[in-house]
């Protein structure tokens, strides 16, 4: 009976102080995952207003920042650009375009390695001197702390009726 006592003291003992220690464990996964969070939304936005801000600062893609695979996607999942040289030709398009480029970033927020960027875009459409205010949102992919994919989401048509590509009254 004694030993019958203590055998099951010790495994309540053993069983009390495996349960106290794993919430511990999980609970500094989670501040580590939650940093690493922090860190990448922090990257992620200076980076970005760095480029857009700063006169168009296009050399700032660099693989300090991004990954040397980085890839740009269009709404329908397609591949629009790969690497450092294509992601910079991408949206040097933008930057050539524009004049009096402000880029906003309205929210981030993610979890894990996966970023969710609200933004706004506003500028002057070289070509015809019309003003351009247009939101959207981009899914971001993060790799080793660098900018790995990017897919950003606008409405497309709100785009081309502000620059007169197509009438204000196009459905």
């Given at each position: 009976m004694k030993k019958s006592l203590l055998t099951a003291i010790a495994i309540f003992g053993f069983t009390t102080l495996t349960m106290a220690q794993a919430p511990s464990k999980d609970c500094s996964q989670l501040e580590a995952a939650n940093k690493q969070?922090?860190?990448?939304?922090?990257?992620?936005?200076?980076?970005?207003?760095?480029?857009?801000?700063?006169?168009?600062?296009?050399?700032?893609?660099?693989?300090?920042?991004?990954?040397?695979?980085?890839?740009?996607?269009?709404?329908?999942?397609?591949?629009?650009?790969?690497?450092?040289?294509?992601?910079?030709?991408?949206?040097?398009?933008?930057?050539?375009?524009?004049?009096?480029?402000?880029f906003t970033i309205i929210d981030v927020y993610g979890q894990g390695d996966k970023l969710v960027k609200h933004w706004n875009f506003k500028g002057i459409f070289r070509a015809n001197g019309k003003p351009m205010d247009l939101s959207g949102a981009t899914l971001v992919t993060m790799k080793d702390g660098k900018i790995f994919s990017e897919q950003d989401f606008d409405n497309d048509l709100w785009f081309r009726q502000q620059l007169g590509m197509i009438p204000m009254d196009a459905k």
């Open positions: 969070l922090a860190a990448n939304i922090k990257m992620y936005t200076a980076t970005w207003d760095h480029i857009l801000n700063n006169g168009g600062d296009i050399d700032y893609i660099t693989e300090k920042y991004f990954d040397k695979n980085v890839t740009c996607k269009n709404f329908k999942e397609e591949v629009t650009s790969t690497g450092i040289d294509g992601f910079k030709k991408h949206y040097a398009g933008y930057l050539t375009a524009f004049s009096d480029v402000k």
